[in-house]
C-alpha cells in the first residue's frame, strides 16, 4: 500500500494546515466586509463547458484537465478554474439573484502539470466574480480585494500590474496587426506559438521561451490600438486605483488569450517567489464569457489567487500567519479528586469559547505537560491533591514558565483575557 498521495497532491498537516485554514478564514471575512456572498460549485463538470470556454485547441483543454468518463458514459472534468463553473451557476439561477451579482469562492482546483512548488497539480484559491456590470468601478473594487487580501497578510513585495485588451471592436484590427508582425517573425517562434498566430495569436505574449519572448518585446501591443470607449474605460480604471490608494505599473504586455476576455486584465506578482511561480493572482473582465455558454450578453470580471502561493511568499518574505487551531488550554489532572474537577472545568471553558483539551486517561505529571507541549497548548491548568482541596487552579505559561494560582471558579475569565 502507498502512503504518500498522488503525485502533485500534498497532505496538510498542524502548522500548515492551520496556516491555510487562517488564510482561508481571512479571505471569507474580507469577502463579507466587500459585500460578496459564498457559492459552491461541483468539484466536477461537464467537460463542454471548460472547453467552450477555454478553447479546444488551449493547454488547459489539451494538456492541463482532468478528463473522465462516469459509468453512464458522461465526460466529466475535475475544475481547473472557478469563473465558467460561476458563470453558469449564475445563468441556471440568475432570476433569483441581485444584479449585479457579488461572488466569491475558496476551494481546490486541478491541473495536470509538472509538479513543483507554488505549482501543485491539487491547489487552493480565493476567487472573486463581480456578473451583471460593465462599470469601472466593479473592477476597481474587485482589484481592490485581492490588494486588501496580499497586503492585510503583511506581504510588501508584490506589485499589481494592470492593462486594458479592447473589446471585439477595436481587437479585430489590433489582431490582423499583429499576426503580420507574427507572421514576418514566424521562423523565432516556437512550435506551439507558430500554431498560435491563426488560432490565438494573444496567447504569443505569455510563452516563455526565450526566441518567443525576444519577438514579442518589439511587437505591436493592444494598447495603442485601443477604441474611445474601451480607452475611457480603462482611465477610469486607473482613477479608481489610485483614488483607493493602490499601487501600480501598467503593463502593456499583459494579456488574456481567449475571445471573451476584454478590457481590464491584471495580475499581482511576487518578488519573493521564482519568476515561474511569481504570479500570486490573476484577473480580468470577461464580457463575452455568458454569450460564449449560450446566455445573453452580461458583462462580468473577477480573478483567482493562488493561498498557496500567498503561503510561499509569507515564508520567503519571513512573515508569520496567526493560526487559532492550538488549544488555549490544557488541562492536568494529578490525584483521586482531579479527574472529575479536570472535565467539569474542561466543560467550563469549552462553554465560554475557550479551546481546551485534557488527557483521556490517568497520565503522570510530566507525561501530561508533554502532551500539553505537543497540542501547542499556551497555558497548562494544573489540579493536583493541594488545588483540590483549595480550589484553585495553578497556570503556568508555557511559553515562559512563569506560574499564576488562580481561583477554580476564575480560571475561564483568566486565560480568555491572556490567551
Keep these: 500500500m502507498e502512503l504518500s498521495p498522488p503525485r502533485g497532491t500534498a497532505d496538510l498537516f498542524p502548522p500548515r494546515s492551520e496556516q491555510m485554514l487562517a488564510l482561508e478564514r481571512s479571505a471569507h471575512e474580507l469577502a463579507r466586509v466587500h459585500g460578496y456572498r459564498y457559492v459552491q460549485t461541483p468539484a466536477f463538470e461537464h467537460t463542454e463547458l471548460f472547453a467552450r470556454t477555454s478553447g479546444e485547441s488551449s493547454d488547459i483543454v489539451t494538456k492541463e484537465m482532468y478528463t473522465f468518463e462516469d459509468k453512464g458514459g458522461r465526460s466529466l472534468t475535475l475544475r481547473p478554474e472557478g469563473t465558467a463553473p460561476v458563470m453558469r451557476a449564475y445563468l441556471e ?85 499583429l499576426v503580420a508582425y507574427l507572421r514576418d517573425h514566424e521562423d523565432a517562434l516556437c512550435k506551439d506559438c507558430r500554431a498560435r498566430i491563426d488560432t490565438n495569436p494573444l496567447r504569443t505574449f505569455d510563452c516563455k521561451e526565450e526566441g518567443c519572448r525576444s519577438v514579442m518585446a518589439d511587437a505591436p501591443v493592444i494598447a495603442d490600438h485601443l477604441c474611445d470607449a474601451c480607452a475611457e474605460h480603462f482611465t477610469a480604471v486607473q482613477e479608481g486605483l489610485a483614488i483607493e490608494e493602490v499601487p501600480f505599473e501598467i503593463d502593456r504586455r499583459l494579456v488574456r488569450g481567449l475571445d471573451y476576455y476584454t478590457r481590464t486584465a491584471f495580475e499581482f506578482v511576487s518578488e519573493a517567489l521564482p519568476a515561474a511561480q511569481a504570479t500570486l493572482c490573476g484577473g480580468g473582465r470577461y464580457d ?73 486517561e490517568e497520565r503522570p505529571l510530566k507525561a501530561q505537560l508533554k502532551m500539553a507541549d505537543r497540542a501547542g497548548a499556551r497555558f497548562a491548568a494544573i489540579i493536583g491533591d493541594r488545588e483540590a482541596e483549595e480550589r484553585v487552579v495553578t497556570i503556568k505559561d508555557l511559553r515562559d514558565g512563569s506560574q499564576s494560582e488562580v481561583p477554580l471558579g476564575e480560571v475561564g475569565p483568566w486565560i480568555s483575557s491572556r490567551a
Excluded at 509538479?115 to 451583471?132: C, K, M
Excluded at 470580471?301 to 510561499?312: A, M, Q, S, Y
Aim: include cysteine; hydrophobic fraction near 40%; charged fraction near 20%.
Design 93 to 177: 439561477h440568475q432570476q433569483d439573484l441581485p444584479l449585479p451579482f457579488k461572488a466569491y469562492y475558496v476551494g481546490s482546483f486541478w491541473r495536470h502539470g509538472r509538479p513543483q512548488a507554488g505549482r501543485l497539480r491539487e491547489f487552493r484559491q480565493l476567487g472573486i466574480e463581480v456578473i451583471g456590470t460593465d462599470a469601472p468601478g466593479a473592477d476597481v473594487e474587485t482589484i481592490l480585494v485581492a490588494d486588501r487580501f496580499l497586503r492585510g497578510h503583511g506581504l510588501a513585495t508584490t506589485t499589481l500590474k494592470v492593462n486594458s485588451i479592447g473589446d471585439p471592436s477595436c481587437r479585430s484590427a489590433y489582431r490582423d496587426v
Design 288 to 360: 463575452g464569457l455568458a454569450e460564449e455558454l449560450g446566455g445573453r450578453p452580461t458583462p462580468g470580471i473577477g480573478f483567482g489567487l493562488g493561498l498557496e502561493r500567498v503561503l510561499l511568499a509569507l515564508e520567503n518574505e519571513q512573515l508569520g500567519i496567526a493560526t487559532t487551531g492550538s488549544p488555549a488550554c490544557f488541562v492536568v489532572g494529578i490525584g483521586d479528586e482531579a479527574p472529575v474537577l479536570v472535565r467539569n472545568l474542561v466543560r467550563t471553558l469549552r462553554r465560554m469559547g475557550v479551546a481546551s483539551e485534557a488527557a483521556f
